[in-house]
């Protein structure tokens, strides 16, 4: 039901793409990060929680249809619905439906529920195409509140030693999932602009975030003393740091399991918290669909697919344009 | 060992000296007598012998954690560090354990002896009992592959710190042949008795390379030179009536120079001289692979000896009659030295000669001849200067020639490790041959964080076959590799080794047919000793 071509994901009988990277007259968007969203389509159609970021960083003028999770919406007779994927607020899976065959398109992924995105379901189907960023058996996520145990206590060792502390992640969904989940009783917290400007159009969009003072000019070093700076990954080097004076340095990444990954970041300290899942998720999701065959996209995707078919779960491998984000490699030197 | 652990953990993910000294410091602080003696081995090089081979560990690993074989090798590719690995596919502990770094070091020895059987009970147990970093380290111990990213330099200024004492009396304190066995912690760091390891040597003194222009060191006539050997750096020891050889990384190598034990009744009782091992004949020294493949061997076969018969080319007397002559100047040790060396009258002991100069400008055409003699260039030290411990600006200074250079095109690849895991940065590069490409040799560092990036990404899309971790890789890319020498070699498909290969550019301006050809590089083994 569902072809790979140079555009992407393609499904004939719709008529539809399903995160193309090419432009194309219709496109099911699974998600808001810029691999997954490209711009140039005519049409868009997408999760309801999508729209304000897609409109942020598409144009406010691109055509936007959106859904509701499991709200059905038939394209030329092909049955389409957005399921959760717990990825990012807003993200979907998509599941397509002709004739009582089902597939589905997880998008980017994670099982363990963040506090801040529709928790990850499971959607039965005959063929899943799912993503494989962290599909290799040394990656396991530790339970969320455990990590940010570790961070809010690297913040209060931070605050003693007389340091500021500068927690990098991803500027949309990383960097809310740090505002929701820390202890805003520490001390001040304040963002970055990019992240300010995410944070800023989810919550006219009705995302419940507390608001952060955006760091510019304005202040001064007085008023970062002991507070916690929210920044994008791409500050690391740069002389934005600073105006904080004396700071600790870390990154929120699941590459940060690794010590090789951890040590090229040239980071103080790396916090393992991944929007992905990890090798037990994506096992747990594949089975959980129940699918007769899997597509492996993006990620350790010969590996995984291999190990599925060893375990008697039909797969294969696809080359897609996916997995150029910053959280999707672990040697990205810049990120957006 | 969850202090051990820690301070492993802290070490690693800590990218500034200062924070890494601290760690050290609190670790001396806190830690029990026995344990700091531990550490203070693993940390300086004392490492212990590997209780399982890997292959075992990896099966027992993947068996454990229920994932196959080849599942493993993929992970151990991506993360690049073997007890990591495993640290890191295991589930999680299912019980705790609280043993010390010295228990630990005893369970080790002890499991070591063991038969196969039950060596892997007691691993399995213990992967079993330890957190994710406790596990790595432990591994990392079951592996005999210790090392961390600290110079032992630290741990001396740590240990300085800690106790209030010279940094450069904990260095010579803590060097020597000494284990965890042989002594207590208070015993070798903090005792003022006399030492009676007769083998001790002293901390060496290291020079920087000359960045500045020769005018700002002043007058010629305070200055030595001599010529910069490449050899092993050495120090060569008699004491009770005995002869010692320890290498710049303080490993006691006697054995491997049995030529060494001719010059035992040509030089007096307590004696240190530092200088180079080097292989020689025929007034000249010979190729640097002679001696590594020399020193690669277990057995010294007498072919081996005839091949590579070493000298000890000395330039330094560090102690004369027992009596420490480091705080001496330079000029009064090189006198007390070469009258040392006439009494000795040994042709296995040689004096470095002076390289003769007037001004700077005869020093440096004189510097241009370094090849032709078989050196790496100049050493200047200071005539008035006292023998240092580690490395230090001002006095000394290494002033090596410009390396060789060729142009080759990369044309194979293989993931790095540690802060390289993950990403292609182990190069192999060829040369053209009669409209073929021949491997010369491979290359690792060279290029800024950035360049390996970009190289990395260029080899995931170009990758052509693979064989094990090599990926072979479309040719393209152009690199100008420096080198320091180069020999013959029936090793290598060229037909040469080089020596200290590395990546001096990325030649993003030439096409691979501008590389450069077997016959020019073999044409600069004539133009080197």
Same mark, same amino acid.
């Given at each position: ?13 719709g ?20 691999? #997954? ?16 970021? =897609?409109r ?16 059905p ?20 899976q ?12 997880s ?15 499971p959607?039965?189907? #005959?063929?899943? $195409? ?32 007389g ?7 991803y ?20 963002s ?18 507390p ?8 202040? *001064? ?25 004396? #700071? ?7 590459? =940060? ?10 980071v103080d ?16 999701a ?13 990620g350790?995707?010969?590996i995984? *697919? ?6 008697? $779960? ?23 | 060992?969850? @202090?051990?652990?820690?301070?492993i ?5 800590? /990218?500034?000296t ?6 050290l ?6 830690a ?8 203070l ?28 074989l ?13 007890a990591?690995?495993?640290?890191l ?11 010390t ?19 892997? /009970? ?8 330890l ?6 380290v ?16 630290l ?6 710190? /800690?106790? %209030? ?8 304190r803590i ?8 002594t ?54 008699k ?23 001719l010059?035992?009744?040509?030089l ?5 001289? &530092?200088?180079e091992?080097?292989?020689w +004949? ?59 060396i006439?009494?000795?009258?040994h ?23 370094? @090849? ?22 001002? &006095? ?38 009669? %409209?073929?490409?021949?491997?010369? /040799?491979?290359?690792?560092?060279g ?13 995931? +899309? ?49 096409q ?9 590089? +073999?044409?600069l083994?004539?133009t080197?000793?």
């Amino acid at each position: 039901m569902l072809q790979f071509n140079e555009n992407g994901i393609y499904c004939p009988d719709g008529n539809f793409y399903i995160d193309p990277w090419k432009p194309v007259g219709r496109a099911i968007t699974t998600h808001a990060h810029s691999d #997954h969203a490209r711009p140039g389509s005519k049409h868009y159609l997408a999760h309801r929680d999508s729209s304000a970021v =897609m409109r942020l960083r598409l144009g406010a003028d691109i055509s936007l249809q959106t859904l509701g999770y499991g709200e059905p919406l038939a394209i030329n007779g092909v049955k389409v619905s957005l399921y959760p994927a717990g990825h990012i607020p807003g993200s979907a899976q998509v599941r397509v439906e002709k004739g009582g065959e089902v597939w589905v398109v997880s998008g980017d992924y994670k099982i363990q529920p963040d506090g801040v995105c529709e928790p990850f379901e499971p959607v039965p189907c #005959h063929t899943f $195409i799912t993503e494989s960023t962290f599909g290799l058996p040394v990656y396991h996520w530790q339970p969320q509140s455990l990590v940010f145990q570790d961070i809010n206590n690297w913040w209060r060792q931070n605050q003693s030693a007389g340091k500021v502390s500068v927690l990098c992640g991803y500027s949309l969904g990383k960097a809310q999932r740090i505002v929701k989940n820390i202890d805003l009783g520490i001390g001040r917290v304040f963002s970055h602009g990019a992240i300010f400007n995410v944070n800023e159009t989810l919550r006219e969009a009705g995302l419940d975030l507390p608001f952060l003072p955006k760091v510019t000019d304005g202040f *001064s070093k007085k008023d970062f003393e002991g507070a916690l700076i929210v920044a994008p990954p791409s500050v690391g080097g740069t002389t934005w740091l600073k105006r904080f004076g004396p #700071h600790s340095l870390a990154v929120c990444s699941g590459w =940060m399991q690794v010590r090789g990954n951890a040590r090229r970041r040239n980071v103080d300290r790396g916090f393992v918290l991944s929007d992905h899942a990890d090798w037990d998720g994506l096992l747990y999701a594949v089975k959980a669909t129940a699918a007769e065959k899997v597509f492996v996209t993006h990620g350790f995707t010969s590996i995984f *697919s291999r190990y599925l078919n060893e375990t008697g $779960i039909q797969a294969a491998e696809v080359k897609t344009e996916f997995g150029t984000e910053e959280e999707d490699t672990p040697n990205t030197e810049k990120a957006a | 060992m969850k @202090r051990f652990a820690q301070l492993i953990h802290e070490i690693s993910s800590s /990218t500034k000296t200062n924070d890494k000294l601290d760690a050290l410091v609190r670790y001396f602080q806190a830690a029990h007598d026995a344990d700091k003696l531990w550490m203070l081995a693993l940390f300086t090089g004392r490492r212990p012998k590997r209780v399982i081979n890997s292959t075992r560990l990896r099966e027992w690993a993947a068996e454990l954690a229920g994932i196959p074989l080849w599942l493993f090798e993929e992970s151990y590719h991506s993360v690049g560090d073997l007890a990591e690995t495993i640290a890191l596919v295991l589930p999680e502990p299912v019980q705790e354990n609280d043993q010390t770094l010295t228990e630990w070091m005893m369970w080790l020895a002890k499991t070591g002896r063991l038969e196969e059987p039950e060596r892997k /009970t007691n691993i399995v147990e213990a992967w079993q009992s330890l957190s994710v970093n406790q596990r790595f380290v432990f591994n990392k111990l079951l592996t005999g592959g210790f090392r961390i990213g600290v110079s032992k330099q630290l741990v001396i200024n740590a240990l300085a710190k /800690t106790y %209030g004492m010279e940094s450069s009396v904990v260095a010579h304190r803590i060097s020597g042949n000494w284990t965890p066995d042989s002594t207590t912690f208070q015993q070798l760091v903090l005792s003022d008795e006399i030492d009676t390891d007769a083998s001790k040597p002293y901390p060496f003194y290291l020079a920087y390379q000359l960045d500045s222009s020769l005018d700002e060191l002043g007058k010629p006539s305070e200055w030595q030179a001599e010529w910069k050997w490449d050899g092993i750096r050495g120090q060569l020891i008699k004491r009770s009536n005995e002869i010692f050889v320890w290498s710049r990384g303080e490993e006691l190598m006697t054995e491997k120079f049995p030529e060494y034990q001719l010059l035992l009744h040509h030089l007096p009782d307590g004696v240190a001289l &530092d200088g180079e091992i080097l292989p020689w +004949k025929d007034d000249a020294p010979l190729p640097f692979n002679l001696l590594q493949t020399r020193i690669g061997r277990k057995n010294l076969t007498k072919k081996i000896l005839q091949n590579a018969p070493l000298v000890f080319v000395a330039y330094d007397l560090l102690e004369l009659e027992n009596q420490d002559f480091r705080e001496k100047p330079l000029s009064e040790r090189r006198d007390n030295l070469a009258n040392l060396i006439e009494n000795a009258g040994h042709p296995v002991l040689k004096l470095s000669p002076i390289v003769e100069f007037e001004n700077w400008e005869v020093l440096t055409k004189k510097r241009q001849q370094a @090849r032709e003699v078989g050196s790496e260039g100049l050493m200047l030290k200071k005539l008035d200067s006292v023998y240092k411990v580690g490395r230090k600006r001002g &006095d000394w200074w290494k002033w090596k020639v410009d390396p060789l250079t060729i142009d080759c095109v990369l044309v194979a690849a293989q993931k790095g490790h540690g802060r390289r895991a993950n990403l292609y940065t182990d190069y192999t590069f060829a040369v053209w041959d009669g %409209g073929k490409l021949v491997t010369l /040799t491979k290359a690792y560092s060279g290029l800024t964080d950035k360049e390996f990036y970009q190289v990395d990404s260029f080899i995931k +899309k170009n990758i052509v076959e693979k064989f094990g971790p090599v990926r072979t890789v479309k040719p393209e890319l152009v690199f100008e590799i420096g080198f320091e020498g180069i020999a013959e070699s029936k090793r290598h498909k060229s037909g040469v080794a080089l020596r200290f290969p590395r990546m001096l550019r990325w030649r993003q301006d030439k096409q691979k047919e501008a590389a450069d050809t077997l016959e020019n590089v +073999k044409a600069l083994l004539n133009t080197t000793a």
